[in-house]
């Protein structure tokens, strides 16, 4: 028997578990190259102006810092690497790191993993199929996306470098889901790990970018999502930035390896500290120890969305600029469909508020889903062996996806009017007025956490499909009014009916029915949740 014996037959298993994820995954970020082509070659039909698009966007480093520069605006295929670019450096970093965790750090932590390396399967074969399901998915991907673009006309060179960028993206992030999956005992620590290397690669590349002039800076070159966009599809493709990503990725894979035969099956190589042997008062609740699980997630949460929104906010007063110089009225159109442009910063604010709410309701889901990670690793069980009743152990989860997505969003708003109030002068006034319009998220973000709920209550075995949903919003929102999309679609999603804060004025109807929706969706989770069998 070797090190590698069983792989095959754990990717076969990895993709079984996965069958539903990982095609998501890919369908959603093909789809997003695809509409986002098709959107640009119905917006600018001619080089003349496509050229005029990119030279006003180019003269404002708001949108340098967010979306990097364009480095070829005359084909639609240049736009659309522009466009998406650094968002599939995100994406594509979450999709490889979470996939890799999921089938190596999450495994073990169950204790399923034990029973696995009991049978004849060799010390690296379980890293190694994560890897390598992680890596197949990145591949299968790239080709998606390749395909689309060359199905719409586009160069096939720039569109295979696109592809391969992505490919390498999201073999990057899984070698470093891989690497910290060896440092940490718990899948959440993996994820948190591998999740701030994903955000610093992504301030990065923006810092760097901002920097730059007609180009990019040396932080740029430290960030592989940086090295995604310094490929440059459809730009003079610059092919031997893929070796930088291919020897991250062995490098960091190597490494993962490494330390894998350096630890014992459910320890990391970060130290762990033993807790007390009796509990103090403070923990002999429900609340008490959902507060204990959930408090990591959430102040990591609250820490990372500080950070990007005093970024975002620093940048908000000179968007504005954009529009003050001559040829712009293509760039004005688009932001017109998005929701008007009497006031510009408050456009471009309420836009990004509306990315906020999305990235909120990612985190009201996770706590939610809290309670479906406590019934599979058996630990709810016994908990509800005691005293506890099920209403209140769901009760207090449900109080972090309520009153969490609060908190994120005040912080958000608040970091975002101190920085930009700073900038104009009042301080004091952005903090409250922003921190108000943000809060206007809120209840978009309770119906995703009550379709969680739902989901949980009801049919617990289909809860990953609660991120689909999330998919269809984010596709709905970012590029329905671009592609004018029927109404009755774009009012499929939550956040399409929340007054765009603070452009817009604030209408309380829309926001109640918001909040009546999550409500029975949560009450109908609830009550799923104490009639059926748990564990």
């Not at 209140?392 to 912080?411: D, I």
Request: aromatic content about 6%.
């Amino acid at each position: 028997m070797t090190t590698l014996t069983g792989t095959g037959h754990l990717i076969r298993l990895a993709l079984r578990l996965d069958r539903v994820k990982l095609p998501i995954w890919v369908l959603a970020l093909t789809a997003l190259t695809a509409t986002t082509a098709s959107a640009f070659e119905g917006l600018y039909d001619t080089v003349a102006e496509r050229e005029a698009f990119a030279a006003t966007i180019t003269t404002n480093p708001a949108f340098t810092a967010l979306l990097g520069p364009i480095f070829d605006p005359t084909t639609t295929g240049g736009l659309t690497a522009w466009r998406i670019g650094s968002i599939f450096g995100v994406l594509g970093g979450l999709m490889g790191h979470q996939t890799v965790v999921r089938h190596t750090r999450l495994e073990e932590e169950t204790g399923r993993l034990e029973m696995v390396g009991a049978g004849v399967v060799g010390r690296h074969a379980t890293l190694a199929a994560a890897l390598c399901t992680a890596w197949g998915a990145g591949a299968l991907t790239g080709l998606a996306s390749t395909a689309a673009l060359i199905g719409l006309g586009q160069p096939v060179a720039g569109s295979v470098a696109f592809g391969a960028g992505l490919t390498g993206i999201v073999a990057m992030f899984a070698a470093v889901g891989a690497a910290a999956a060896q440092l940490t005992t718990t899948g959440r620590a993996a994820n948190g790990i591998a999740g701030g290397v994903v955000g610093t690669a992504f301030l990065l590349r923006a810092a760097g970018d901002a920097m730059g002039d007609g180009g990019s800076a040396w932080p740029s070159w430290v960030s592989p999502i940086g090295w995604y966009q310094q490929l440059r599809p459809f730009a003079d493709e610059r092919w031997w930035v893929l070796g930088l990503m291919l020897a991250f990725t062995v490098v960091a894979a190597a490494g993962a390896h490494a330390m894998a035969v350096r630890r014992d099956i459910d320890a990391g190589m970060l130290p762990t500290r033993s807790g007390p042997a009796v509990a103090d008062d403070g923990l002999r609740s429900p609340l008490a120890l959902a507060w204990r699980l959930q408090r990591g997630m959430l102040l990591g949460w609250v820490g990372a969305l500080a950070v990007w929104s005093a970024v975002i906010g620093s940048l908000a007063a000179s968007v504005g600029d954009v529009f003050a110089a001559d040829g712009n009225e293509q760039l004005a159109q688009i932001i017109e469909a998005l929701g008007g442009a009497e006031n510009i910063v408050d456009t471009y604010l309420s836009l990004v508020f509306a990315i906020v709410g999305l990235a909120t309701a990612v985190y009201a889901m996770q706590a939610a889903l809290r309670l479906r990670t406590e019934e599979t690793a058996l630990r709810a069980e016994p908990l509800l062996a005691t005293r506890v009743r099920r209403t209140a152990w769901v009760g207090s989860h449900l109080t972090f996806a309520l009153l969490g997505p609060a908190l994120l969003l005040v912080v958000s708003g608040a970091a975002m009017g101190l920085v930009h109030g700073l900038r104009t002068g009042d301080p004091a006034t952005e903090i409250v007025r922003l921190a108000a319009s943000a809060l206007t998220q809120l209840p978009a973000t309770w119906v995703l956490a009550g379709i969680a709920l739902a989901l949980f209550g009801l049919a617990p075995r289909m809860t990953t499909a609660v991120w689909g949903v999330l998919v269809a919003y984010l596709l709905i929102g970012q590029l329905g009014p671009v592609l004018q999309l029927d109404q009755w679609v774009l009012n499929l999603s939550p956040f399409t009916h929340v007054p765009a804060l603070p452009m817009a004025d604030l209408t309380w109807t829309p926001l109640l029915w918001l909040a009546a929706i999550a409500a029975a969706l949560m009450a109908a989770g609830i009550a799923g949740a104490r009639r059926r069998d748990i564990g």
